[in-house]
Nanobody
Framework: QVQLVESGGGLVQPGGSLRLSCAASGRTVRSASTRWYRQVPGKQRELVASISSGGTTNYADSVKGRFTISRDNAKNTVYLQMNSLKPEDTADYYC?????WGQGTQVTVSS
C-alpha cells in the first residue's frame, strides 16, 4: 500500500521560504512522476510542479523561478523548495504519485 506524508508547511512572511517534503512508502518515488498540487478552499486544485521518473521537472507559470522540485531517492522523498513566497501562494499543498495522495500540508503567507 502506497502512503504519502507531506510536511513542512506553516506560516511565513511574504518573501520568505519553506521547504515541503513528501515522504513515500510502498512505492519508490523514482518509479513514477511525482506532482505537487495546491488548493485554496472553494477553488480547483492546481498543479504546481512535477518531476518525472527520469528527473525532468515542470512548473506552473505562477511559481517558475521561485519554486524548485527535487527528489532524494535514498530517502524516498520528494521536496518542494519555495522561495520568495507571496500571499497568493497560500493554500493546502498535496503531493501525488499516480492515484495516491497525501493528506496535505498548509502553507500560509502573511505578514
Amino acid at each position: 500500500q502506497v502512503q504519502l506524508v507531506e510536511s513542512g508547511g506553516g506560516l511565513v512572511q511574504p518573501g520568505g521560504s519553506l521547504r515541503l517534503s513528501c515522504a513515500a512508502s510502498g512505492r519508490t518515488v523514482r518509479s513514477a512522476s511525482t506532482r505537487w498540487y495546491r488548493q485554496v478552499p472553494g477553488k480547483q486544485r492546481e498543479l504546481v510542479a512535477s518531476i518525472s521518473s527520469g528527473g525532468t521537472t515542470n512548473y506552473a507559470d505562477s511559481v517558475k523561478g521561485r519554486f524548485t522540485i527535487s527528489r532524494d531517492n535514498a530517502k524516498n522523498t520528494v521536496y518542494l523548495q519555495m522561495n520568495s513566497l507571496k500571499p497568493e501562494d497560500t493554500a493546502d499543498y498535496y503531493c501525488n504519485i499516480l492515484a495516491h495522495w497525501g493528506q496535505g500540508t498548509q502553507v500560509t503567507v502573511s505578514s
